[in-house]
């Protein structure tokens, strides 16, 4: 077997991603395998795919997300439940008798988040009932799905700006999750608190003094971060961006594996997490 996969995005040279998946090819002994990183802009996208027909897939970030479901919509490929949801795609895997493109960012925050919650046995997480979202932009909308997946019925988003809350507000309508808005100030008590923002985009928050445990995820993934040093003086258990990335990355390495003929067994699940866990820990 054979994958053939590359990271793309602009800017792109940050990435983790082709650390990640070289070292599942290592664990699984896919040593012929490639995984490549590529400066792309959203105008390129589409003649980008045409010509590289042979590729299993691709991780895409920012600003390629949006752009990769509307090429799916006019192209008829298939798009999994969360790409369709949120209308963000961050995966293109080439089946042979399909392409999918999916979201595996609301993979990656339902499995860095429910080990923490109080209930973090059980799989559903259902001890989450109310969050706290502090942005509105792609990765809001896959925070949101995220927490309904966790069991979460309201949500605030802390914005800026309300009127650039319109998507996600309609998202939880869709979901039926109670939803408002409110200033990127105060943060009031809730089971889950994610930061969607860039690291220097966070502000000096008031956070309130009722925190009697709950959870504090950053997905930017700085190797210091005030947010989460604030969630934790608070009583929150905080979880770095890194333990999203690599779990969004393991869901994107199973599709691939899954595109290029392998079946995923629990075994393969579990040697594709402790690869890309082992190397990311490494790098601190």
């Known amino acids: 077997?054979?994958?053939?996969?590359a990271v793309l995005g602009q800017p792109i040279s940050h990435s983790k991603s082709p650390l990640l998946h070289r070292a599942a090819f290592t664990a699984l002994g896919l040593d012929a395998s490639e995984y490549e990183?590529?400066?792309?802009?959203?105008?390129?996208?589409?003649a980008f795919f045409a010509g590289h027909p042979d590729h299993t897939g691709f991780s895409l970030t920012m600003p390629l997300k949006d752009r990769l479901v509307e090429l799916a919509r006019a192209a008829g490929w298939r798009l999994d439940d969360t790409a369709a949801l949120t209308d963000v795609g961050n995966t293109l895997?080439?089946?042979?008798?399909?392409?999918?493109?999916?979201?595996?960012?609301?993979?990656?925050?339902?499995?860095?988040?429910?080990?923490?919650l109080d209930n973090g046995e059980r799989d559903d997480g259902a001890a989450a009932s109310?969050?706290?979202?502090?942005?509105?932009?792609?990765?809001?909308?896959?925070?949101?799905?995220?927490?309904?997946?966790?069991?979460?019925?309201?949500?605030?988003?802390?914005?800026?700006n309300p009127d650039r809350a319109r998507r996600v507000l309609?998202?939880?309508?869709?979901?039926?999750?109670?939803?408002?808005?409110?200033?990127?100030?105060?943060?009031?008590v809730a089971d889950i608190v994610i930061s969607t923002l860039p690291a220097e985009a966070v502000p000096a928050l008031d956070w309130a003094p009722e925190f009697g445990g709950g959870v504090a995820l950053d997905v930017a993934y700085a190797a210091e971060s005030a947010f989460l040093a604030a969630a934790?003086?608070?009583?929150?258990?905080?979880?770095g961006g890194t333990a999203m990335l690599v779990e969004q990355a393991?869901?994107?390495?199973?599709?691939?594996?899954?595109?290029?003929?392998?079946?995923?067994t629990a075994e393969v699940r579990r040697t594709i997490s402790e690869a890309m866990h082992k190397v990311m820990a490494e790098q601190r």
């Not at 934790?232 to 979880?239: C, D, N, Q, T, W």
């Open 37 to 46: 990183r590529i400066e792309l802009g959203s105008d390129d996208l589409e």
């Open 250 to 264: 393991v869901a994107q390495h199973e599709l691939f594996y899954a595109a290029a003929g392998g079946v995923v």
């Open 130 to 160: 109310r969050a706290v979202i502090l942005g509105a932009g792609a990765t809001a909308a896959s925070a949101l799905v995220a927490c309904r997946e966790l069991g979460v019925s309201e949500v605030d988003f802390l914005v800026r």
């Open 1 to 5: 077997m054979i994958i053939r996969a």
């Open 170 to 188: 309609t998202l939880a309508e869709e979901l039926d999750i109670t939803a408002g808005t409110g200033p990127l100030s105060r943060i009031a």
């Open 232 to 239: 934790s003086s608070h009583g929150l258990s905080p979880v």
């Open 93 to 116: 895997v080439r089946f042979p008798e399909r392409t999918l493109v999916a979201n595996t960012d609301v993979q990656g925050i339902v499995r860095a988040i429910a080990p923490h």
